[in-house]
């Protein structure tokens, strides 16, 4: 091997090795913190790139479930209403069957015409106030439930508006029927038994809808839990690995250091040649 001073090539090639192993250092400290072994495109592109997919489709996914969320609430208001006037309809039949009694005296018929206009009010108030972030879908309006139910937002799932106002072709009741005589009675009677089967019906058709939110809902958040695993097996760093590269990254980086240092001593024996 030439003595040089000019060019000291084991300095050279211990200082090339020690900044490879500095750099390996580095990234394996970066897994670490970041937990992730591929945090960038260009750690694996390809990989990084079906990541940022998954990723994508993971938010879409959690807009999908806020969605589902929104109109499971919007039915369970809607439904707790209908039951509401269910058992509503159920007292107006009691008190109008009891009216219909030909031998009913008068001031018995007043009173249960009163307590009759007292529950049937009560429909009115239900109806308005079943509502839920601005939707209302047992009033006398068009709302309905349209919600996405996959990332693309090319899938919905609809549960119709289901009008249960007096008056309504599923409560035919009237805003000012009474049973004050028995004819009046009777004609409600009728009435009342219509509304109850309507609104089972009705109650049928949200229930069906709120059942098949919910079950959206749940695969929504199965979805999520398998594409989340998913990206975790693609970009996840090992860090029981990467804690035994840690360590023998540190050892390699030290002995680099002293291999370094003693390579930058080496030119000193040059003078033991000039030495008397």
């Known amino acids: 091997m030439a003595f040089s001073i000019n060019v000291n090539a084991s300095a050279l090639d211990a200082l090339r090795n020690l900044n490879q192993t500095s750099g390996d250092l580095q990234d394996v400290q970066t897994r670490i913190n970041t937990g992730l072994r591929i945090s960038s495109a260009k750690d694996n592109a390809a990989v990084f790139s079906i990541a940022q997919t998954l990723r994508g489709d993971l938010r879409g996914l ?106 309504s072709a599923n409560i035919p009741i009237t805003a000012s029927q009474e049973i004050l005589t028995q004819t009046t009675a009777a004609a409600a009677v009728t009435d009342v038994n219509n509304s109850i089967d309507n609104l089972n019906a009705a109650l049928t058709r949200l229930g069906a809808g709120s059942t098949s939110l919910e079950q959206s809902r749940t695969f929504a958040g199965q979805l999520s839990d398998v594409i989340e695993i998913g990206i975790g097996n693609l970009v996840d760093a090992d860090l029981a690995v990467e804690s035994a590269n840690l360590q023998a990254l540190q050892v390699k980086q030290q002995l680099g250091i002293q291999a370094l240092s003693i390579a930058n001593q080496s030119p000193q024996s040059i003078l033991a040649l000039f030495n008397n």
């Open 62 to 167: 959690s807009a999908v479930g806020q969605s589902l969320d929104r109109g499971i609430s919007t039915v369970d208001v809607a439904l707790a209403a209908a039951n509401a006037i269910s058992d509503l309809l159920l007292d107006l039949k009691e008190r109008a069957v009891a009216a219909s009694d030909q031998g009913l005296d008068t001031a018995s018929r007043n009173a249960l015409s009163q307590d009759f206009v007292a529950l049937r009010d009560q429909i009115t108030q239900i109806t308005s106030n079943a509502e839920f972030n601005g939707s209302n879908l047992i009033d006398n309006g068009t709302d309905a439930i349209v919600a996405i139910t996959n990332s693309d937002a090319t899938q919905t799932l609809t549960v119709e508006h289901q009008d249960l106002t007096l008056g």
